[in-house]
């Protein structure tokens, strides 16, 4: 009995424990089977022993109980491992089952936040996107691309690419075939667009999708690069083009042009380069402005381009300077005939806002010879352009050797010509003027020549006009007047019965402030009257500086030397200027008294000026005399008489050697 008690206090307990434990009811029957096969086992015993109560069966039933209570022990503890370890299983499975909850959740919710972002992303992307399957279907699109590609076909879930897709574009199909393919490519291609009337710039990308190693479906982007292609064609214009005529500039010009001379080169062809510069270009824009200058250079690019062949290049350098380049022709008379035609093209004049302008060009010519560089046959044909300008412009010169020896010379004369004065290679002549009344000689004109080291004497029309673009002509004039009035102090002490020293002055020099001071100067410094001393400006000076000189004339005149007016009557003479000046002399230039004696008209217009200048009350002076019937002819009707028959230029001792034997 007092097991039964015991057993059923454990049952009891056990029912507790498990209870609070939550323990699962299986593992309660596990308990309650084996204190119910413990209290049938001892109730057994227990019938037994009273059965047959002998002390032999009590010492049996006893260790029979012991035995019992034994297994039932091991049993019992067993069991209560075994609930123990169940608990701490079942405590870890519950808390990896919260753990991931938890995390199934934050899993899921990360991704409805990127298939939304993914969403967005494909939706709201700036570029169009389809997703098509193997066969070319969309399977969805994004907003920018039915806006671009299928503008009100939205109603339409699954229309073929290869069907509505740009359909109708050879192009565009073989693009497609390719994305199809399945491989990861991008690729260019373009499109007329017939509404807009442009070409249209398509970049494709495509993104293949696939599942267990097989293609399912891909991503077309589609990305339009017109603009970016737009932009791209204006930078390579403006490197390559000149943005006002459009035709080929220096950097395309000298590209070719190396191209061109090593095929020359490689197969026996014939290059050629043609500088052409517009004549009086830059008085269109002074006077005209650049508006009418830019529509000029325009008429002039088409005019060109319209009268070359198709196997040449025409190119604008910058300003009115203009190249063409030729890489196929056949001889020298093709180029030839080539600047004829081109010099035709202009005969026409051209019509500007209302403005009529004749325009000419000056067009100089550089055959390439093997071994030339490019910049050596640029350099030629530039030289026989500027040789065509200072040869009267509209025409056209091939370079040779003379041109080229010709500007060798200049550069060594522009070169040296900063050091001739104080080298001392400078030196004058005088060529005397005889008084066409008397007969006899009366005054002297000094002109200066440079005896160059190496050229010998060099005149000055060679160098004078180098000299003024240079300026050295300020320094070279003073160094002239100052000289000739020192030859004229000289003369005159000696007792020569001499009138006047004629002087050429420049219009630099008349133009700077202190020219006044600079012969005030040296008239102190010489120590000779002014009144011995005669100043001879050219006409052009006068016509084109007339209110600006004006009264440095009069400041001359009022020193009291005397103003020439010379080379009257030629180039862009004028008569109005006359009565505003103050001036001596006249000085009727050689080109007009050439051929007078054949020529009745140009003998009435020799007179006309004559009387012109004894109604002005100035004294006349003919130069240009070269024979005995001239010398009769102005016997009687100018002042002084000027020529190589009269007496050449003489040098420093031949002067008074000649003023020695008159």
Known sequence: MLCMLL???????????????????????????????????????????????????????????????????????????????????????????????????????????????????FQYFPNPIVYIDVDGNILKRNSAAEKMIFGDMKH?????????????????????????????????????????????????????????????????????????????KQIYELAHYDPLTKLANRRTF????????????????????????????????????????????????????????????????????????????????ELIKMSEIILATFDKPVILQEHVLKVTLSIGIAIYEKGMDSATLMKNADSAMYYVKAKGKNHYQIFNEAIAR??????????????????????????????????????????????????????????????????????????????????MRDLLSKGYPLMKMFVSISQKQLEKDDFLEKVQSILSEVNIAATYIEFVVMESTLVAREGALKHKIEALRHLGICITIANFGTGHSSLSYLPNFSFDTLKLARELTEGMEENDKRATVVEAVLELAYLLGCKTIVEGIESENQVEYFQHKCHYMQGEYLSKRLSLEEIERFLHEQ
């Not at 309650?32 to 049996?60: C, P, Q, W």
């Not at 497609?176 to 494709?204: A, H, M, P, Q, W």
């Not at 008429?299 to 063409?324: C, K, P, Q, W, Y």
């Not at 004109?445 to 160059?452: G, N, P, R």
Request: with cysteine; net charge negative; hydrophobic share 40%.
């Open 254 to 333: 000298d590209k070719q042009l190396t191209t061109h001379l090593t095929l020359a080169d490689e197969k026996d062809r014939n290059v050629a380069v043609m500088f052409i510069d517009v004549d009086r270009f830059k008085m269109v824009n002074d006077t005209l402005g650049h508006d009418v200058g830019d529509e000029l250079l325009k008429e002039v690019s088409r005019r060109l381009v319209v009268a070359v062949t198709s196997t040449t290049l025409v190119a604008r350098l910058g300003g009115d300077e203009f190249t063409i380049l030729f890489y196929d022709f056949m001889n020298e008379k």
């Open 7 to 121: 057993l059923i206090t454990c049952i009891f307990l056990i029912h507790k424990r498990l209870k609070k434990e939550n323990v699962y009811v299986a593992d309660f029957g596990g308990f309650v089977r084996i204190i119910s096969l413990g209290i049938i086992a001892a109730l057994t015993v227990e019938f037994l022993f009273l059965r047959f109560a002998t002390d032999y069966l009590r010492v049996i039933s006893y260790i029979l109980y012991s035995c019992l209570f034994i297994v039932f022990v091991v049993l019992f503890i067993r069991k209560i491992i075994i609930v123990t370890e169940k608990e701490e299983l079942m405590q870890y499975t519950y808390e990896m089952n919260e753990q991931f909850e938890d995390l199934l959740y934050e899993r899921t919710k990360e991704w409805r936040r990127n298939e939304h972002n993914d969403y967005s992303f």
């Open 406 to 487: 010709h500007y060798q010379c200049q550069f060594t004369i522009e070169k040296d010509l900063y050091n001739a004065i104080e080298h001392n290679e400078l030196i004058l002549s005088y060529q005397p003027l005889f008084s066409s009344r008397q007969s006899a000689f009366s005054c002297l004109e000094a002109f200066v020549c440079w005896k160059h080291p190496s050229l010998g004497i060099v005149s000055s029309a060679e160098f004078i006009p180098i000299a003024e673009e240079t300026g050295l002509i300020v320094p070279i004039g003073e160094w002239v007047i100052r000289e000739a009035c020192k030859k």
């Open 156 to 232: 339409i879930k699954e229309l073929p690419l290869h069907k509505d897709f740009l359909q109708g574009d050879k192009k565009v199909q073989d693009l497609i075939e390719n994305v199809l393919k399945g491989e990861r490519r991008k690729f260019d291609f373009s499109v007329y667009d017939v509404e807009l009337r442009t070409t249209r710039y398509f970049e494709v990308t495509s993104i293949p999708v696939h599942i267990q190693a097989k293609l399912d479906s891909m991503y077309v982007m589609l990305k339009e690069t017109t603009k970016a292609m737009e932009q791209e």
